[in-house]
T-cell receptor, first 114, second 116 residues
Framework: DGGITQSPKYLFRKEGQNVTLSCEQNLNHDAMYWYRQDPGQGLRLIYYSQIVNDFQKGDIAEGYSVSREKKESFPLTVTSAQKNPTAFYLC?????????????FGAGSRLTVL | GENVEQHPSTLSVQEGDSAVIKCTYSDSASNYFPWYKQELGKGPQLIIDIRSNVGEKKDQRIAVTLNKTAKHFSLHITETQPEDSAVYFCAARKFDRGSTLGRLYFGRGTQLTVWP
């Protein structure tokens, strides 16, 4: 079955540590996204990528970094510079340039900073 | 960008009743409006969408209406069932200047609870 796999599902981190969240898709989608979800805040865009080796900052990119070395993969690193990293992180993908930009989401990764 | 307001933030209904969630958007250039349903512990899933050249769209028990003049759109769920309980997000798509990739701007979500 085609879809998006995020790992790990739960992650605990000490303050000052970087952590990388994995996102893999087998939908052959061009575009990939990272969203952050906080209670009552909706979905806020962190980074997005239209094609391999290219990505753009979203609305809340500070303290995060990404890479897009392969079409299937779009890992997110939460760095120690992110002041409030505890949140639910969602990865998504879409066909990109055409159609109605329907997003397919992964199941999410919950990061807790201790 | 685009500012999407969603109301109410929580909604409780009795099984069999109807539920309505409303969203407004700020930019008249937005042209595509999807609705996503997020069940507990899962990622959001698209349930219905509407383009700006259409006023209403139905899919079984769910429908979406769009008023371009007033810049608002609504989700209607009829004959609600307990499995409809979830968080619902509306969104509006707008193309950023110079980009061919339309960005979605999401509302803050509505927690719908359907009581048996």
């Amino acid at each position: 079955d085609g879809g998006i796999t995020q790992s790990p599902k739960y992650l605990f981190r000490k303050e000052g540590q970087n952590v990388t969240l994995s996102c893999e898709q087998n939908l052959n989608h061009d575009a990939m996204y990272w969203y952050r979800q906080d209670p009552g805040q909706g979905l806020r865009l962190i980074y997005y990528s239209q094609i391999v080796n290219d990505f753009q900052k979203g609305d809340i990119a500070e303290g995060y970094s990404v890479s897009r070395e392969k079409k299937e993969s779009f890992p997110l690193t939460v760095t120690s510079a992110q002041k409030n990293p505890t949140a639910f992180y969602l990865c998504a993908s879409s066909r990109g340039f055409s159609g109605a930009n329907v997003l397919t989401f992964g199941a999410g990764s919950r990061l807790t900073v201790l | 960008g685009e500012n999407v307001e969603q109301h109410p933030s929580t909604l409780s209904v009795q099984e069999g009743d109807s539920a309505v969630i409303k969203c407004t958007y700020s930019d008249s250039a937005s042209n595509y409006f999807p609705w996503y349903k997020q069940e507990l512990g899962k990622g959001p899933q698209l349930i219905i969408d509407i383009r700006s050249n259409v006023g209403e769209k139905k899919d079984q028990r769910i429908a979406v209406t769009l008023n371009k003049t007033a810049k608002h759109f609504s989700l209607h769920i009829t004959e609600t069932q307990p499995e409809d309980s979830a968080v619902y997000f509306c969104a509006a798509r707008k193309f950023d200047r110079g980009s061919t990739l339309g960005r979605l701007y999401f509302g803050r979500g509505t927690q719908l609870t359907v009581w048996p």
